[in-house]
């Protein structure tokens, strides 16, 4: 199964930033084996700095890896 991708282009700051949540939950809540999930921030500006931030404090996220233009959140096991 691929990994979730949200591609946040075009949104504002806030915009991205509760669809990232939903994201997170999302994926989080289901019963994936891969327990990753790909945000296509681009490489400047608001969006890719504010995403960062958020995810830094998350509760569910584990690991985050910058992966050019994308960001890679690997979430916390369920066990």
Avoid at 13 to 35: G, P
């Amino acid at each position: 199964m691929p990994v979730p991708e949200l591609d946040l282009h075009g949104m504002t700051k806030e915009e991205a930033i509760a669809e990232v949540d939903q994201m997170v939950d999302q994926c989080f809540c289901s019963d994936m084996l891969d327990r990753r999930v790909r945000f296509i921030t681009g490489w400047g500006g608001v969006i890719r700095p504010a995403v960062s931030s958020y995810l830094v404090a998350h509760p569910l996220v584990k690991e985050i890896r910058e992966e050019g233009p994308t960001t890679c959140v690997i979430l916390e096991d369920l066990n």
